[in-house]
């Protein structure tokens, strides 16, 4: 650890003088100079690459004040070239960028919370040990972080869907629901961004491990589990339920990227398929009798879950208020409507005989 934090040291006084001159005086040796430091073995290839404005886009990259790894939009017909090249880097090029951006940004205080919130105790460091950047949308940067206690945990930083995300975030614990944590950090520079831990378990619509004796094994509690999702899902409005669904370890079922919310209207567009639909559809694709047997049970048992769940909220709807009271600010910013509004629905929602 020490030798990494000399390196990292190293680097960080040659990335101060690199950025104190002026960006059009920056020429391709002082960022040979940079890549070499941080152990690129061929750095006059790497900026070779033939990617549009690459040099530009490597700036972008070391910049200590944007915590963006992936400078460039997904949306973009090179973003797979980009993030290769910048898979190309030794591993420890990568983990060296992104701890350079921690004091800047101050993701190092949020991380440090988010830490403190997985694991139930206070940390006073942690060291980067791996940064990898994936193709999903709603979480670009996976990181590993070390603590002093020598335990490794996962986690995203995510800079797409941030707002919707924080403020559903601290719902399912106020009606007794599972939820990961989740950690809204705005940097000094105005960039928002999410970290949260990276999730254990099974998705339940998307892995190839849903099988039929998986699900005559732990069903009951996955339908149970997401009626009770659902039951918060359909009160918040939540829009995005296919493939959010995560069985965890402990017999608990999470949801994940909660990023599209308030959508209250019989017109809205959901993404959704019930549980009591999908899994019989799954493990018996060939057998109606069999599919529609097992459909009605799920359904039954989804439909008390669901009841009961919808009763809690009902019974705790002053503490949601009030939660969404706290977060006006954000439902206003984030649904660019007048919030009274937006609790009006939600409330209705709430107390709908549904």
């Not at 919370?113 to 105790?121: C, D, I, M, N, S």
């Not at 939660?323 to 409507?337: F, P, S, T, V």
Request: include cysteine.
């Amino acid at each position: 650890m020490a030798s990494s934090h000399s390196a990292l040291q190293k680097y960080e006084r040659a990335l101060n003088r690199y950025f104190q001159m002026p960006a059009a005086e920056r020429k391709t040796g002082d960022r040979e100079k940079i890549l070499k430091i941080l152990g690129v073995e061929n750095p006059q290839e790497f900026l070779g690459m033939h990617i549009p404005l690459w040099e530009a886009k490597l700036d972008e990259l070391l910049d200590p004040t944007s915590t963006d790894m992936l400078p460039i939009s997904i949306a973009h017909s090179y973003v797979n070239w980009v993030r290769g090249a910048i898979r190309m880097m030794p591993a420890g090029a990568r983990v060296m960028i992104f701890s350079s951006k921690f004091k800047t940004t101050g993701l190092k205080k949020s991380i440090l919370t988010l830490l403190h919130e997985v694991t139930g105790k206070p940390h006073r460091d942690f060291e980067v040990t791996e940064v990898l950047l994936i193709e999903k949308v709603h979480k670009d940067t996976l990181f590993t972080v070390r603590t002093p206690d020598g335990k490794e945990y996962d986690l995203y930083l995510s800079r797409f869907g941030c707002m919707g995300e924080y403020i559903y975030s601290g719902l399912p614990t106020l009606v007794g629901i599972p939820a990961l944590p989740a950690v809204y950090h705005v940097t000094p520079q105005g960039e928002e961004v999410l970290l949260k831990p990276k999730e254990e378990g099974t998705n339940i619509y998307q892995d190839d491990s849903v099988t039929l004796a998986r699900v005559n094994r732990d069903g009951g509690w996955w339908v149970a589990g997401a009626a009770r999702q659902d039951a918060l899902g359909d009160c918040i409005g939540t829009a995005l339920r296919y493939g959010h669904y995560i069985a965890t370890p402990k017999k608990e079922v999470v949801m994940i990227d909660n990023i599209e919310l308030f959508h209250l209207e019989e017109t809205d567009v959901r993404i959704f398929e019930p549980i009591y639909e999908f899994l019989p559809k799954k493990v018996y694709p060939d057998d109606r009798t069999k599919r529609e047997r097992l459909q009605d049970k799920m359904r039954q048992e989804y439909e008390a879950a669901y009841a009961d769940q919808r009763t809690v909220i009902r019974k705790e709807w002053p503490e949601i208020e009030r939660y969404l009271i706290e977060m006006r600010r954000n439902i206003h910013a984030y649904a660019g409507e007048v919030f009274e509004m937006v609790m009006t629905r939600v409330k209705a929602q709430v107390f709908s005989g549904k």
